[in-house]
């Protein structure tokens, strides 16, 4: 491994050693990229792109707070989603943080929708 290998290996450990840990019933979620061109080919406007951002429903789970799903009367068939999953949301739920110019969500555990196995092609209608 390359010394710039390595020190962008540290970088990225130091970013992601940056971000929130969800407290209690809340859920950490990652904001999908947005593609940056349209299927023609045609590129989007950044206002566009930070639209589709920010009205996405799809987001990746990527830690649970100590306490979520953990109220049995509330969900007693068990956790609705698990780290490494996509999850539909409704638009603009959540607290939204941009972190080294990518964005999260944090969510709470009720919110989540449905999980999709690929989220490739799903938009808000």
Not at 23 to 37: F, N, S, T, W
Not at 41 to 60: C, N, P
Not at 102 to 120: G, K, L
Request: charged content about 35%; aromatic content about 8%; glycine content about 8%.
């Amino acid at each position: 491994m390359s010394n710039i290998d390595v020190e962008k290996t540290q970088e990225e450990a130091k970013k992601a050693s940056q971000l929130p840990i969800p407290k209690g019933y809340r859920i950490l979620c990652a904001v999908p990229h947005v593609d940056e061109e349209y299927e023609g080919g045609l590129i989007k406007a950044e206002d566009t792109r930070k639209t589709e951002e920010q009205t996405t429903v799809v987001l990746f789970v990527i830690k649970l707070g100590s306490e979520a799903y953990a109220d049995k009367d509330r969900f007693p068939t068990g956790p609705w989603c698990k780290e490494g999953d996509f999850v539909l949301t409704r638009p603009y739920s959540g607290t939204r943080v941009v972190i080294h110019g990518r964005e999260f969500r944090i969510i709470n555990d009720d919110t989540v929708e449905a999980v999709v196995d690929d989220p490739r092609g799903i938009r808000r209608a």
